[in-house]
């Protein structure tokens, strides 16, 4: 079973970084963690958005997920019309998928933690 990480906050938001934390100790466990934005948290991977904290950059480690084999980040096609971007404005690989696909999902999981 997946587990999801659900991120809300703005990129510079404190939760965002201690969700972060809690995705790559999953990562680093092999649980394959699930990252969705939602709100103002799509700002984490969209070009031009990095924020930096205590000399770290919240977008270069979102690149770790990587080595982890991690599913692509869940992004909600209704949130990017409405902000009128597409995937190609992130810097990485995303998932797009509509408010009913994501709901799906999470109610298939037992594991859903939100920052």
């Not at 990480?5 to 510079?12: D, E, G, S």
């Not at 084999?69 to 797009?96: H, N, Q, R, W, Y």
């Amino acid at each position: 079973m997946t587990t999801f990480i659900v991120q809300t906050h703005p990129p510079a938001a404190i939760d965002s970084w201690h969700g972060q934390d809690m995705l790559l100790a999953l990562a680093t466990l092999e649980l394959n963690p699930q990252l969705v934005l939602l709100g103002d948290a799509v700002a984490h991977l969209r070009h031009n958005h990095d924020v930096s904290r205590q000399q770290r950059s919240l977008q270069k480690r979102y690149a770790l997920l990587d080595l982890y084999d991690c599913p692509p980040p869940v992004v909600v096609a209704e949130e990017l019309s409405k902000l009128g971007i597409t995937a190609a404005d992130f810097v990485c690989e995303v998932a797009v998928m509509s408010y009913h696909q994501l709901s799906q999902q999470l109610l298939q999981s037992t594991k859903v933690i939100r920052f």
